[in-house]
Nanobody, 124 residues
Framework: EVQLVESGGALVQAGGSLRLSCAAS????????IGWFRQAPGKEREGVSC????????YYADSVKGRFTISEDNAKNTVYLQMNSLKPEDTAVYYC?????????????????WGQGTQVTVSS
């Protein structure tokens, strides 16, 4: 059974940090690209970051560059999103997704496998 399970979302004050986790079962993350996406109320789902398993390349949306870091722990079959210097505009449900290992796009529509999401709320 293929599953992606996000965790780590919380209520945090502006300027704080959170680390989100995406745990996989049924497949190993090192054979896939993993992306993080977010969707705020009334907004379209947007790409945040992804890591390509083929070469380990990482990609970030301009809005999070310098603040967020994506990483993978192959032993735990888990991908993380470290979020620092959080802003109220980061408030959203955050989803992880899996795709072919060469995937390097933050366009949500091309990612075929999704988790259920975890809520991140940043208060001002």
């Amino acid at each position: 059974e293929v599953q992606l399970v996000e965790s780590g979302g919380a209520l945090v004050q502006a300027g704080g940090s959170l680390r989100l986790s995406c745990a996989a079962s049924g497949f190993t993350f090192d054979d896939y690209a993993i992306g993080w996406f977010r969707q705020a109320p009334g907004k379209e789902r947007e790409g945040v970051s992804c890591i390509s398993s083929s070469d380990g390349s990482t990609y970030y949306a301009d809005s999070v560059k310098g603040r967020f870091t994506i990483s993978e722990d192959n032993a735990k079959n888990t991908v993380y999103l470290q979020m620092n210097s959080l802003k109220p505009e980061d408030t959203a449900v955050y989803y992880c997704a899996a795709a072919a290992p060469e995937t390097s796009s933050l366009v949500a529509g091309i990612w075929p496998q999704w988790g259920q999401g975890t809520q991140v709320t940043v208060s001002s």
